[in-house]
Nanobody
Framework: QVQLMESGGGSVQAGGSLRLSCLAS????????MGWFRQAPGKEREGVAI???????RYADSVQGRFTVSKDNAHNTLYLQMNSLKPEETAMYYC????????????????WGQGTQVTVSS
């Protein structure tokens, strides 16, 4: 059973930064592809950034250059560093893992955390 636990959400003003964390097991962080997704009220969940088991990353166009996804195998943790945040990025942010899937399309990712709320005020 893959368990994921997000933390680090909160409230920040536009232009500010936050770092999200996702704690996983040692096996998961080393062997699964992982990603960050977000869902704003009334909108579909969308991919933000993904990282494969080898550390190769992909980003949504809207966050390229501002967000950085990384993982620390020693601490079994996936990170999302978010800089220059915008009010429209207010959403619940989710960590996901999948052994095979590596796509910004949120469909078919197998394992999900409970989410952490990010609120960006103008």
């Amino acid at each position: 059973q893959v368990q994921l636990m997000e933390s680090g959400g909160g409230s920040v003003q536009a232009g500010g930064s936050l770092r999200l964390s996702c704690l996983a097991s040692s096996y998961t962080i080393r062997n699964y592809n992982m990603g960050w997704f977000r869902q704003a009220p009334g909108k579909e969940r969308e991919g933000v950034a993904i990282i494969d088991r080898y550390g190769v990353t992909r980003y949504a166009d809207s966050v390229q250059g501002r967000f950085t996804v990384s993982k620390d195998n020693a601490h079994n943790t996936l990170y999302l560093q978010m800089n220059s945040l915008k009010p429209e990025e207010t959403a619940m942010y989710y960590c996901a893992a999948d052994y095979a899937r590596y796509s910004l399309d949120q469909g078919s990712w197998t394992y999900w955390g409970q989410g952490t709320q990010v609120t960006v005020s103008s």
